[in-house]
Structure formats: C-alpha cells, structure tokens
C-alpha cells in the first residue's frame, strides 16, 4: 500500500513546485483598452469629489459626470513587455477633453507599479475626469486584477484608493 502511495505524493510535490504566485501582468494589463467604473475609497465609491463648500453632496455635478463616463472617454490602454517578473511600456489615455501618455513598469511579485513620465494635452473642467487623470498620474500597484477586471490602487493626498476598470468592448 506504501509503495501505491508515492507516486501520488511526487505527482503532489511536482504540481505545487509548479506554482508561482506572480502574475500574468502582460496577459492582465495589454492588449486591450481599460473602461473606469468607479474610484473608491475604503470599499465605498468615493463621492467626496462632488461636494459643495457647504460640505453638502453635489449630486447634479455627479450626475454630470456619471453622463460624460458613459459618453466617451475615461479610458486608459497599456502596452509593454516582460523581462523575468518586471514588465516596463507605454501607456495612452482620455479623460474626457484631456488625453495622457506616460511610461510605466510594474513588477509581477510585488504588484507595484511605476509611473516614471507623465504627460496631459488639453483640460478637463468636468470633477471625474480631473480626479481620472490625477488618479492616473499616481498609481502605485494594482490588486485583485484578472483579464477582465483592472483595480488600480493610487495615493490621493495622504489617502489610499483605488480604481476599477473593465474591458472596454467594442460596440
């Protein structure tokens, strides 16, 4: 009965050898373009960015931006290639007025991601877009991400958030 067992057990040992715990960065971040859902902040959607100096919710200016997300824009596209865990490329995005380009790497272990240039042309007056493009600028790593599902975690001030993104299919 001994005997039977072993080869089970090395067929065990060989399978989890086989594992790694590092990303298909390449597979999750290229080859497609990134449609933003929402920012959030401590597992809620942040709204704090629509509020009035009252300190009251805005929410016909949140509404505004809700209508200008589903009309065009908020869209951000990387490109790249791997060399070992360390994926380094470009990347383009629109905000809704606004487009941004810049240079990223991101390390597959670790998640973290590097933004190392960042530039925007144009200007956006509508409070998402303008939080978008910010947020984009200082991205720091990405979490629970899959090929169809991007969450990019960013510092906002002294605040941690992030943001979540789906394909974007073509219509």
Known sequence: M???SIPLLLLMIFTLAGCNDSDDVIAIFTGKTWKLNAIFYSGKEDRSYWVNKDGTPNEKAFEESLRKKNEKGFTVKF??????DVITG???GVGYNSTF???WSCNANSRQITISSFETKG???????????NAMKNVI??????TNNLHLDFKDGELYKYMSFTVL???
């Open 101 to 103: 380009t810049g240079n």
């Open 79 to 84: 490109e790249g290639a791997q060399v070992d």
């Open 169 to 171: 299919r073509e219509k």
């Open 123 to 133: 200007s956006d007056s509508d409070v998402l877009a303008k939080a978008f493009v």
């Open 141 to 146: 790593s990405y979490t629970n991400s899959d």
């Open 2 to 4: 001994k005997t039977k």
């Open 90 to 92: 470009t990347f383009t």
